[in-house]
């Protein structure tokens, strides 16, 4: 019998099976389309410790996650990159020199000694890699730094090690009903080309993102999801060649702070926060949320009239996060990952929000919770020390389907 299947091929999901499977545990993932088809392929791409979660108070989060940034780039280096970001201050920034520089010197202090926690002020008088920048009234401008991957073949690459260690993956696999027993939960499920089955289990995470809820409408005994809000973030990537770092930038239409980045020898601009009333079954950018994010780098980047920059948009995409629910607007809510384990159904465990970042972080707290379920396993690898490499596009193809010998 399986110790733990994890539902859900996103990166989340892949971080727990990897965790787990090191830790001893025979574990199965199952992903309903394809890995990493879902938000994990449509965040902002960066691993940071979230400056901007310093203005609600997330210090614990912050800390967390620069934690977890120091530790990816260490394991992933071919992945995960620090990239320079820049902050303008111009006459009328909501935010000033004095209130930035006290932000980047707590963060710096949250960083515990990580040499990317320095931030310097840049000499405008001497620098000429901004010029394309808005140069009229901007007073200064600060540069520290944070890290960007591809999400894509990061989740890509956990999934590979968490199969190299002997974890199942198994793609385009749908859940259809669970039943939860005092030790044993039975899943059915229907894959992708109509075939049937069940597999018995010890333990489920459920990981499926802003699907969470969706996934326990069909779990029996009855489950409560946790109350929830989506958030949709979309980005538009321009035709224009990349910025010299990632801008930090205030938004002109409102209080929150968006980034331009290079990505893929282009500039990535994003993003956007959208509360939905519903989850729908494919993101899709907004009229509103396109205009948003053209209007505002207009503001700042005005070598191309808006009209011009209309024609340079080759690209968009957007994800959606399980946020909890609570008053006020999207960026100013908590970003702290939720674990949801009720008393009828203790050995079904559902993992809402979570940042890319810290996967890492989350992936221990659910093996706290596995352990404690499953009692303690005889581990046969270390993830805090085994590197993240890199696999081709076509590394879960049919011929790779099945587990790798353990490393």
């Known amino acids: 019998m399986l110790d733990v299947l994890v539902i859900g091929g996103g990166i989340t999901g892949v971080g727990v099976a990897q965790a787990a499977v090191a830790a001893g545990y025979s574990v199965a993932l199952w992903e309903r389309g394809a890995l990493a088809s879902g938000t994990s392929s449509h965040s902002s791409k960066l691993i940071h410790g979230g400056l901007r979660y310093l203005e609600s108070g997330q210090l614990t989060l912050v800390r967390r996650c620069l934690h977890a940034?120091?530790?990816?780039?260490?394991?992933?280096?071919?992945?995960?990159?620090?990239?320079?970001?820049?902050?303008?201050?111009?006459?009328?920034?909501?935010?000033?020199?004095?209130?930035?520089?006290?932000?980047?010197?707590?963060?710096?202090?949250?960083?515990?000694?990580?040499?990317?926690?320095?931030?310097?002020?840049?000499?405008l008088a001497s620098s000429e890699q901004h010029h394309l920048l808005q140069q009229q009234g901007l007073r200064h401008m600060l540069q520290y730094w944070d890290a960007q991957t591809d999400d894509k073949a990061l989740t890509m690459a956990v999934a590979a090690s968490a199969q190299q260690l002997g974890a199942e993956i198994q793609q385009y696999r749908q859940v259809t009903d669970i039943y939860h027993g005092a030790r044993v939960c039975q899943v059915r499920?229907?894959?992708?080309?109509?075939?049937?089955?069940?597999?018995?289990?010890?333990?489920?995470?459920?990981?499926?993102?802003?699907?969470?809820?969706?996934?326990?409408?069909?779990?029996?005994?009855?489950?409560?999801?946790?109350?929830?809000?989506?958030?949709?973030?979309?980005?538009?990537?321009?035709?224009?060649?990349?910025?010299?770092?990632?801008?930090?930038?205030?938004?002109?239409?409102?209080?929150?702070?968006?980034?331009?980045?290079?990505?893929?020898?282009?500039?990535?601009?994003?993003?956007?926060?959208?509360?939905?009333?519903?989850?729908?079954?494919?993101?899709?950018?907004?009229?509103?949320?396109?205009?948003?994010?053209?209007?505002?780098?207009?503001?700042?980047?005005?070598?191309y009239s808006r009209a011009e920059l209309a024609s340079l948009v080759i690209g968009n995409f957007c994800g959606v996060r399980a946020l909890p629910a609570q008053a006020g607007s999207a960026f100013s809510r908590a970003r702290e990952t939720l674990f949801v384990q009720q008393a009828n159904s203790p050995r079904l465990v559902?993992?809402?929000?979570?940042?890319?970042?810290?996967?890492?972080?989350?992936?221990?707290?659910?093996?706290?919770?596995?352990?404690?379920?499953?009692?303690?396993?005889?581990a046969i690898a270390d993830i805090n020390t085994r590197a993240i490499v890199p696999v081709a596009d076509d590394y879960f193809a049919a011929d790779n389907a099945q587990p790798h010998m353990a490393l």
Not at 211 to 232: F, H, R
Not at 364 to 378: K, P, T, Y
């Open 189 to 303: 499920y229907r894959d992708s080309d109509g075939t049937l089955g069940e597999r018995r289990v010890k333990m489920i995470i459920n990981a499926t993102g802003p699907w969470a809820s969706e996934l326990l409408a069909n779990v029996t005994p009855k489950q409560m999801p946790a109350a929830m809000t989506w958030v949709q973030g979309s980005h538009l990537l321009l035709d224009i060649e990349s910025p010299v770092g990632i801008y930090y930038l205030e938004s002109r239409l409102d209080e929150r702070v968006f980034f331009v980045m290079p990505w893929k020898n282009k500039t990535l601009i994003g993003t956007t926060e959208v509360a939905l009333a519903t989850m729908p079954d494919k993101p899709q950018i907004t009229c509103e949320e396109y205009d948003y994010l053209l209007d505002n780098y207009h503001h700042y980047f005005t070598q």
């Open 350 to 378: 559902s993992v809402y929000g979570g940042k890319l970042t810290e996967f890492m972080p989350i992936a221990q707290d659910v093996l706290a919770m596995i352990r404690a379920q499953l009692g303690e396993r005889h």
């Open 69 to 123: 940034r120091r530790q990816l780039l260490q394991l992933a280096p071919e992945l995960v990159k620090a990239v320079p970001f820049y902050i303008p201050l111009y006459q009328d920034s909501q935010r000033g020199l004095l209130t930035l520089s006290a932000g980047l010197s707590l963060y710096g202090l949250l960083s515990q000694g990580d040499p990317l926690g320095k931030f310097t002020r840049v000499n």
